[in-house]
């Protein structure tokens, strides 16, 4: 049975990606594509992708860009006509609070992981024991515990090899960072594979590790792009080329049920019912688990197992008189077991600073930063108040970076269930949830609890997730 109507459940950009390339991709129209509805339940598109006017210019208050060395996203901007405003990262360098202050991250890091001894000996970050732990694996390595494995947790594995030290102050504050979740139970494979295959090799992690992630060379493409006019900038041009296209798109649209009617499927909300021939669910894992559950109890298991990280972003204009010592690179992380100024941990995960990372966002007399708050485990800023989280940014950034005074103006953003936390066996549990989807036939699912967090990872689940619906109809 041919698929002719397809129902796109979320809007984010798997969403929106899994209805262009449904409808034709970057390709352009197709005269046989299906009729294509998108039902998202919020009052916008785009999810996390979401920029607005903030004193006085467009300011990402969701990701700020995404990674070029994919090419994906890249590829997508194109494809839409934003090409000319792609903006390539303009600052270099980031730091991390280590041993009373913001140091410098050295050079040979691979996701965080030392690949050389001298620049991480001499960063300042490890200290006396931390250094001990690189010179053990560059003249007397210690030799894998376990055989070949499909899969490891990261903090576990580097620990083993060049100690505690370097996991807690450079591997977490960046790979757990990312996904703003522990590398003690994070899954190699999925958010690091390199390092797996490094790790299994003989003698030294850090040389193994030179040889699976080659330094790049001179002439490399920029790390990292953004776009002048805001990452919603591509969430409105898609939105536009999907409507042009045909595309139904329904906002404020939340999905109470998916009923198996025949050969097809029954799309509920409320008392509106959509037929559609193929489904592709692009929410988080927990939506995507309600929905699934009444038609397959193990998919809904599989599912409800991903657990989610919520965090909150204060992004901050800050005169240049509050600036009390000079802030270099891109900004810095803060790990997860660094003591704060109060009782307890720092709130703040990360800071960047805006305005040095993107040249774009550069403004006479001030500097836009933003810091990030919130990890697996760490839900304190769920229970503040906007004005709260306000100043106990405020207060802490004035402690590790030195700004005084008040800042020009700040928002908050929370993100409920943004990150989705990759446990040892995640790509695992991925294959399980795709071979029991298309088992439910004419069904796909899509979004970052899979196979990647990033924006390009997304895209590429997005068109997956299409293809998977019009392969697979229902039978």
Do not use: N
Not at 11 to 21: F, N, R
Not at 45 to 61: K, N, R
Not at 95 to 105: C, D, I, S, T
Not at 451 to 461: E, L, T
Request: net charge neutral; hydrophobic share 45%; with cysteine.
């Amino acid at each position: 049975m041919p698929v002719t109507r397809v129902a796109v459940i979320g809007g984010g950009i798997s969403g929106l990606v899994a209805a262009w390339e449904l409808t034709g991709g970057d390709g352009g129209p197709r005269p046989e594509a299906p009729q294509i509805t998108l039902v998202e339940s919020s009052a916008r598109l785009g999810g996390p992708l979401h920029s607005e006017t903030f004193g006085g210019g467009v300011v990402d208050l969701g990701p700020d860009g995404f990674l070029g060395r994919r090419p994906e996203a890249l590829d997508l901007c194109h494809a839409v006509g934003l090409g000319e405003s792609l903006v390539p990262i303009g600052g270099r360098g980031a730091g991390v609070w280590a041993r009373g202050r913001v140091r410098p991250l050295p050079e040979g890091l691979a996701l965080g992981v030392p690949s050389r001894f001298w620049p991480s000996a001499r960063s300042g970050i490890l200290g006396l024991r931390g250094v001990a732990g690189l010179a053990r694996d560059a003249l007397l390595p210690r030799p894998d515990l376990r055989g070949p494995i499909g899969d490891r947790s990261v903090g576990p594995l580097v620990a083993h090899k060049l100690g505690r030290r370097v996991v807690d102050r450079l591997v977490d504050p960046l790979i757990g960072g990312i996904h703003a979740g522990s590398v003690d139970d994070m899954s190699t494979t999925a958010t690091f594979p390199p390092l797996l295959a490094a790790a299994q090799r003989r003698g030294s992690l850090m040389r193994a590790l030179r040889a699976e992630v080659p330094a790049p060379g001179a002439d490399a493409p920029p790390l990292f792009w953004a776009l002048d006019g805001g990452m919603s900038s591509l969430v409105t041009r898609l939105g536009a080329a999907l409507v042009a296209r045909g595309v139904a798109v329904h906002l404020a649209h939340p999905i109470d049920a998916l009923e198996r009617r025949g050969t097809s499927w029954a799309v509920r909300h409320g008392d509106q019912v959509l037929e559609a021939d193929g489904v592709v669910i692009a929410t988080p894992a927990p939506i995507a688990a309600r929905l699934l559950q009444p038609h397959d109890d193990e998919l809904g298991g599989l599912l409800g197992g991903i657990d989610y990280a919520s965090v909150a972003l204060v992004t901050l204009r800050v005169a240049d008189d509050s600036v009390t010592t000079p802030l270099t690179g891109t900004g810095f992380l803060v790990p997860r077991r660094s003591a704060g100024r109060r009782d307890d941990q720092w709130a703040v995960t990360a800071c960047t600073y805006l305005s040095q990372k993107w040249p774009h966002l550069a403004r006479p007399g001030e500097h836009l930063v933003r810091a990030s708050l919130g990890r697996f485990g760490d839900d304190r800023a769920g229970a503040w108040t906007d004005a709260e989280v306000i100043e106990r940014v405020w207060d802490e950034l004035g402690a590790l970076v030195g700004l005084s005074g008040a800042p020009m103006e700040a928002r908050v953003t929370r993100w409920p269930l943004a990150f989705p936390q990759y446990r040892v066996h995640h790509l695992l549990r991925t294959t399980g949830i795709e071979a029991a989807v298309a088992r439910l036939g004419g069904v796909g699912v899509a979004g970052s609890a899979y196979r990647g967090v990033g924006i390009p990872a997304c895209i590429a689940s997005g068109r997956a997730a299409s293809h998977a619906v019009m392969l697979a109809p229902p039978t």
